[in-house]
């Protein structure tokens, strides 16, 4: 089972691949869907990683994959500048998710 990034920062994918993980780097949208379908697509790859910029460019179908399909886990990590999210991202997920306040 295989890891693959999927980036839009060249440093974020050079410290994957330093890691052994392989990857692309994409800027458009149009990019982002079609690597995403041939990832999900291959059975060798259990986890796709995106950065954060690449979740903001494909939300909506990001999503859609990651309730529809089981294999592989799709997570999102934010690149070399950090987090964009702000510090309460895991409350915010949960409620939005479950539907209560922590």
Do not use: C
């Amino acid at each position: 089972m295989k890891s693959f990034l999927i980036s839009d920062n060249r440093d974020t994918w050079v410290g994957m691949r330093l890691a052994g993980i392989e990857g692309v780097i994409v800027h458009e949208k149009e990019e982002v869907l079609q690597i995403l379908q041939t990832a999900v697509g291959d059975p060798d790859i259990g986890i796709i990683i995106l950065t954060e910029k690449i979740v903001d460019l494909a939300k909506e179908e990001i999503m859609e994959y990651k309730l529809k399909s089981k294999k592989p886990l799709i997570i999102e990590i934010p690149d070399r500048h950090g987090t964009t999210r702000g510090h309460d991202v895991i409350t915010n997920y949960i409620r939005e998710s479950v539907g209560i306040r922590i």
